[in-house]
Structures are given as C-alpha cells and as structure tokens.
T-cell receptor, first 115, second 119 residues
Framework: AQSVAQPEDQVNVAEGNPLTVKCTYS??????LFWYVQYPNRGLQFLLK??????LVKGSYGFEAEFNKSQTSFHLKKPSALVSDSALYFC?????????????FGTGTRLQVTL | GAVVSQHPSRVICKSGTSVKIECRSL??????MFWYRQFPKQSLMLMAT?????????EQGVEKDKFLINHASLTLSTLTVTSAHPEDSSFYIC???????????????FGPGTRLTVL
C-alpha cells in the first residue's frame, strides 16, 4: 500500500528566511508526487508535481521540491518565506493500481510565517 | 484555467434531511471527478470516484446508499448526503482532472469545499 508521511504538524519560519516542509513516501512502484496548499475553509490548490525527469521541480508562488529516491523524500522548499505563505500544506502520492490511480494524502503540515 | 467550483459553500440542515452538493469544472471537461471528506485538522479521505455516464466507485467503508453520486455531464458531478445525521458533518471537497483522471500523472484540481453542518 502507498503512504505519505509528513513528520511535522507545524513549521514556524520568520519572513524572509528559507522554509522546508518535509515529506517522505512509501510506494511499491514508481512514485508520482504532488504538493498542495490549503487556505482556511478553502479547497486545495496545486503547487507542483514530480512525474519524471529532473529531481528539482519548480512550482507556483516560488515553491520548489526536490525528489530524492534514495531517501524516499519530496521536501517542499522556498528560498524566502512570506507571511502570505502561512497555510496548510499537503504532500500526496499517486500510484497506478489496476486501471485507476488514487491520490493518497499526508496528514498535512501547518506553515506559520511571522514577521 | 482548470477551475473547479462547488455549491453551496456552506450548508446547515436538520437531522434526517438530504443535502445535495454540486461540483462543476468551469473551463474544462472532466470525465472523472473525485469526492473527498476532510475532518477538522485531518487529511483528505477519498470517498468515491465519479465517472461520467456510469456508476461511481466507492472506497471501502463508504456507504453508497448514504452518499449518492451522480455525474450526468462532463462538467457536473453531484453528491447527495441522504438522511443526514450529525456525524455526517464535515468538509466535503471535490476534484477534477484535465485528463481522464485515472493516469498517475494527471493533476487534480480541487473545488473550494462545502462545509456541511447537521444539527
């Protein structure tokens, strides 16, 4: 079975500092990895995905993520955090199972960026 | 592009009534849509996969007679919570894909969610 782990419930960062939100995965086949962000009482917004190719993936709002196969990780990063980045971040993995594929989400990490 | 809407955004109903939630893909056609449920401070749990023109595929443990899904067109899927009870209170989110929705590389785009409160 596929699974995603986000070991930190919350990450606190000062504005202007770099941020990292951690994600590790466990799948039996090739992983297809996604990051989403959720603002209060809103649905999820797509940030970026890793399908194949370069391990460093660049996404929306200045976010990027690095796929590390040996460490089975897909950490989300941003060089300089903004207060407006404060939100709930979900890592997700998708694996083909038969004729369908499903997204499995991590438990989420709340990012708090302060002045 | 790739905008998904949901209606209503918030609904409060009495126990025993039925509630219908609509999910629309505004600028693309979606063969497949997905319905999720999110409890406070928890992750999203897939409830069912909605296929246009055919029956929905429900995840294990989800009552298909309780959560009726209809996907009558390529831009609209509806979730009806029948005979709602307080334990059905939750945040319901739908999503749709640009592709078939079943390929691993397809990106899912999510609606803004519907908060259901059953009194």
């Amino acid at each position: 079975a596929q699974s995603v782990a986000q070991p930190e419930d919350q990450v606190n960062v000062a504005e202007g500092n770099p941020l990292t939100v951690k994600c590790t995965y466990s799948v039996s086949g090739n992983p297809y990895l996604f990051w989403y962000v959720q603002y209060p009482n809103r649905g999820l917004q797509f940030l970026l995905k890793y399908i194949t190719g370069d391990n460093l993936v660049k996404g929306s709002y200045g976010f990027e993520a690095e796929f590390n196969k040996s460490q089975t990780s897909f950490h989300l990063k941003k060089p300089s955090a903004l207060v407006s980045d404060s939100a709930l971040y979900f890592c997700a993995v998708r694996v083909l199972t038969g004729t369908a594929s499903k997204l499995t989400f991590g438990t989420g990490t709340r990012l708090q960026v302060t002045l | 592009g790739a905008v998904v809407s949901q209606h209503p955004s918030r609904v409060i109903c009495k126990s025993g009534t039925s509630v219908k939630i609509e999910c629309r893909s505004l600028d693309f056609q979606a063969t497949t849509m997905f319905w999720y449920r999110q409890f406070p401070k928890q992750s999203l749990m897939l409830m069912a996969t909605s296929n246009e023109g055919s029956k929905a595929t429900y995840e294990q443990g989800v009552e298909k007679d309780k959560f009726l899904i209809n996907h009558a067109s390529l831009t609209l899927s509806t979730l009806t919570v029948t005979s709602a009870h307080p334990e059905d209170s939750s945040f319901y989110i739908c999503s749709a894909s640009l592709g078939s929705g079943l390929a691993v590389q397809d990106t899912q785009y999510f609606g803004p969610g519907t908060r259901l409160t059953v009194l």
